[in-house]
């Protein structure tokens, strides 16, 4: 019986693919670190993080359909002072719905803090990512739908990008093209991120799973395990 069971669980985790266990810390925020675990399929993922600031603590869950389109994150934030959560799906057809609470002060280092949720209906519908802000794993399913790891010329996307802390989701453009295509000797590739809508550019570090390995500004890989 118990070798059956056994059987039975290895060949669900053969299907449901690599399990990734990865942990960063923030560039230009040392005290900011990050971590999750992530499951990789052939054309999907799902993703289990958590997020810890001097100021606030955020959990997340994230799932993919196939080529990686999200279907639905999950976020919740605890800071001082109040506790905010989120869940962002996205359809079928491209539409994209949520579902937010926010309890506690309503503002942040004196700034006032935007309702969580869509900020405008319709806003992001056609995207096909959530962006989470700070977090390293929402850069990889656009990076392996456009296959960056092999070479892309600029591409243009939509994301719903999610503020933290406020949990705002608006629409935001980005560009991703490949400036260097993974290579199994060194074990990295560089996929250059380019917003849009502001002046910011990096050159993101890669591995071979798509995952971020340093993105300048943002955060550095200090620790990954295979389960």
Same mark, same amino acid.
């Given at each position: 019986?118990?070798?059956?069971?056994?059987?039975?669980?290895?060949?669900?985790?053969?299907?449901?693919?690599?399990?990734?266990?990865?942990?960063?810390?923030?560039?230009?925020?040392?005290? !900011?670190?990050?971590?999750?675990?992530?499951? $990789?399929?052939?054309?999907?993922?799902? %993703?289990?993080?958590?997020?810890?600031?001097?100021?606030?603590?955020?959990?997340?869950?994230?799932?993919?359909?196939?080529?990686?389109?999200?279907?639905? $994150?999950?976020?919740?934030?605890?800071?001082?002072?109040?506790? !905010?959560?989120?869940?962002?799906?996205?359809?079928?057809?491209?539409?994209?719905?949520?579902?937010?609470?926010?309890?506690?002060?309503?503002?942040?280092?004196?700034?006032?803090?935007?309702?969580?949720?869509?900020?405008?209906?319709?806003?992001?519908?056609?995207?096909?990512?959530?962006?989470?802000?700070?977090?390293?794993?929402?850069?990889?399913?656009?990076?392996?739908?456009?296959? %960056?790891?092999?070479?892309?010329?600029?591409?243009?996307?939509?994301?719903?990008?999610?503020?933290?802390?406020?949990?705002?989701?608006? %629409?935001? !453009?980005?560009?991703?093209?490949?400036?260097?295509?993974?290579?199994?000797?060194?074990?990295?590739?560089?996929?250059?991120?380019?917003?849009?809508?502001?002046?910011?550019?990096?050159? $993101?570090?890669?591995?071979?799973?798509? $995952?971020?390995?340093?993105?300048?500004?943002?955060?550095?890989?200090?620790?990954?395990?295979?389960?």
């Amino acid at each position: 019986m118990r070798r059956a069971y056994r059987a039975g669980w290895t060949e669900a985790m053969a299907m449901r693919g690599a399990v990734r266990h990865v942990e960063w810390v923030g560039d230009e925020d040392p005290e !900011r670190l990050e971590a999750a675990t992530v499951t $990789l399929a052939p054309d999907r993922l799902d %993703a289990l993080g958590v997020s810890r600031t001097t100021d606030y603590v955020t959990s997340w869950s994230l799932e993919t359909g196939p080529d990686w389109v999200t279907t639905r $994150l999950d976020v919740s934030v605890t800071g001082r002072g109040f506790t !905010r959560w989120l869940v962002l799906t996205r359809d079928d057809r491209g539409r994209w719905v949520s579902e937010s609470w926010a309890h506690g002060v309503t503002a942040f280092h004196g700034e006032p803090l935007a309702e969580p949720g869509l900020a405008e209906p319709g806003g992001v519908d056609g995207a096909l990512d959530c962006d989470l802000a700070l977090c390293p794993v929402t850069n990889t399913m656009p990076i392996l739908r456009l296959g %960056a790891l092999r070479g892309v010329e600029e591409t243009e996307l939509t994301m719903a990008w999610v503020d933290l802390p406020s949990l705002e989701v608006r %629409a935001s !453009r980005q560009v991703y093209s490949t400036i260097e295509p993974f290579d199994p000797a060194s074990g990295r590739g560089v996929v250059r991120y380019r917003s849009a809508d502001r002046d910011f550019v990096a050159d $993101l570090g890669v591995d071979e799973d798509g $995952l971020v390995i340093d993105y300048p500004r943002l955060a550095r890989r200090i620790r990954t395990r295979t389960r």
